[in-house]
């Protein structure tokens, strides 16, 4: 393998992690083992709370990371409903509370099948999506108003994995510039109630799966032994 060159590194990143912290990692182990600096980069970030498959791509294979973020995405995401937070997810409290009474597993899988196909998709506003040049999360954080347009993308397949009130498991097959969280805001919205995201895995991207990932315990010594073999 030639990491100058360029490679493609599926990882998997666990839980409270950054996709920035994961490059370093790995940028650190590439340039502490292999003696020289290398480039690392990746395809396409995961929320601190979520896990999942990460495509790293070193050296000159940094040029395809805008090919590989546009690859299609699967996610599994278990939503709690009848509530809701600031960030759609379990980063803020619970800030507001709807009925859930009228939710059965019928309502939920026919509800699931409005999103399938091409919709539109309001960013959250606790998201790296820019307005004037700022990040409208630090806005959100601030205080101040943010106001994020609509954005067109696939949902190509939703499908409910586990019905376990008040909480939901699906499984969701999209295209890039999903972000989750808002799909689980409106799916709580479709329901006439609420629903934020309590986990999140990313179990595919493109071809590559969770089972085809490196993990921050076994890469430094699979590094090891390819630099080793070559």
Not at 75 to 82: H, P
């Amino acid at each position: 393998m030639d990491f100058i060159k360029g490679e493609i590194i599926p990882f998997y990143k666990p839980y409270k992690w950054t996709s920035f912290s994961i490059v370093n990692k790995v940028r650190w182990e590439l340039t502490h083992q292999l003696g020289t600096k290398i480039k690392v980069g990746h395809a396409g970030t995961l929320d601190p709370l979520a896990t999942g498959v990460m495509i790293l791509c070193t050296g000159k294979a940094t040029k395809q990371i805008e090919h590989f973020q546009g690859l299609t995405k699967e996610y599994e995401a278990t939503l709690k409903l009848g509530a809701i937070t600031a960030s759609y997810d379990r980063e803020h409290p619970e800030s507001e509370t709807f009925p859930t009474e009228h939710i059965t597993k019928e309502l939920v899988e026919e509800t699931l099948k409005q999103f399938i196909g091409t919709i539109e998709q309001i960013p959250p506003e606790y998201s790296a999506c820019k307005i004037g040049g700022e990040h409208a999360y630090k806005l959100a954080r601030k205080g101040e108003n943010v106001d994020l347009k609509p954005r067109t993308l696939v949902i190509e397949e939703i499908e409910l994995l586990h019905y376990d009130m008040p909480e939901i498991q699906i499984r969701v097959v999209c295209s890039k510039g999903t972000y989750i969280r808002a799909l689980a805001r409106d799916i709580g919205k479709a329901l006439q109630s609420g629903a934020y995201l309590t986990a999140l895995k990313r179990t595919r991207v493109g071809h590559f799966r969770i089972e085809d990932c490196h993990t921050l315990e076994e890469f430094p010594q699979w590094l090891q032994n390819t630099i080793s073999e070559n």
